[in-house]
C-alpha cells in the first residue's frame, strides 16, 4: 500500500472498530480495506503500534478471533464512575470450577461435569444466563443429555482469542484471567 494511503487505511480501521462494538474478524478488515489479509495484518499491527505510541486511552487487542478496542486494564478503576450496566457479582468457586470444566472438557455432559466435580453443576444455569456456556448438541448416550461448550462471550470475558490461549490445565490459578 502507497505510503500517502497509510492514513486514510488505519482511520478506517480505527472506525471499523470503535462502530462495531464487538470483535471483528481479520477477513471482515480486509474486506472493508479492500486489501489481502497479508496487508491488513500489516496494517492492523501498525495501527496497534501508533495507538500504543500516543497513548490516547485505548489500545488494540485481539481476542476471539478478531479484533477490537479496548481501554488499558489500568485505566478501568479510574472509569468505574461512567461504565454501565454496573459490573455482575463475581462468579462463585463453583460457577468458576464447572466453567473450568467446560472450557478444558468440551462437549461435555452435565453427568460428566459432576463426576469430574465430585459435587452438583447447578450453576450451569448461571453460566448460561450470564452467557459463557451453551447448549452445543446432545450427547449419543442414554436419554441424549444436552452437551455444553463455551461462547464467544466467554472468550471476551477472559480475554482469550481462542480455547488453544488457556492456560496449561495443570496451572491451578486461574484469577489471572479475570478481567476488570
Known amino acids: 500500500m502507497p505510503d500517502e494511503q497509510l492514513p486514510a487505511a488505519q482511520a478506517l480501521i480505527g472506525a471499523t472498530l ?16 479492500k486489501v489481502g489479509e497479508k496487508t491488513a495484518l500489516g496494517l492492523i499491527a501498525g495501527f496497534g503500534q501508533q495507538l500504543e505510541t500516543a497513548q ?83 450427547s449419543d448416550a442414554v436419554g441424549q443429555p444436552l452437551l455444553y461448550g463455551t461462547t464467544d462471550k466467554f472468550l471476551l470475558e477472559f480475554g482469550l482469542r481462542s480455547l488453544a490461549d488457556l492456560p496449561p490445565l495443570e496451572s491451578a490459578d486461574f484469577a489471572h484471567l479475570l478481567r476488570g
Open 56 to 138: 490516547l486511552g485505548f489500545v488494540l487487542e485481539a481476542v476471539a478471533g478478531g479484533y477490537r478496542l479496548v481501554v488499558p486494564p489500568l485505566t478501568v478503576p479510574y472509569l468505574a464512575p461512567v461504565l454501565s450496566p454496573p459490573p455482575l457479582p463475581a462468579l462463585s468457586a463453583a460457577a468458576l470450577e464447572v466453567l473450568a470444566v467446560i472450557a478444558y472438557r468440551q462437549p461435555v455432559t452435565r453427568a460428566e461435569i459432576e463426576a469430574m466435580r465430585g459435587a452438583s453443576a447447578s450453576t450451569v444455569i448461571t453460566l448460561q444466563e450470564r452467557e459463557l456456556v451453551k447448549v452445543i448438541g446432545r
Open 18 to 33: 470503535l462502530a462495531a462494538g464487538r470483535p471483528v474478524r481479520l477477513s471482515e478488515l480486509a474486506s472493508i480495506l
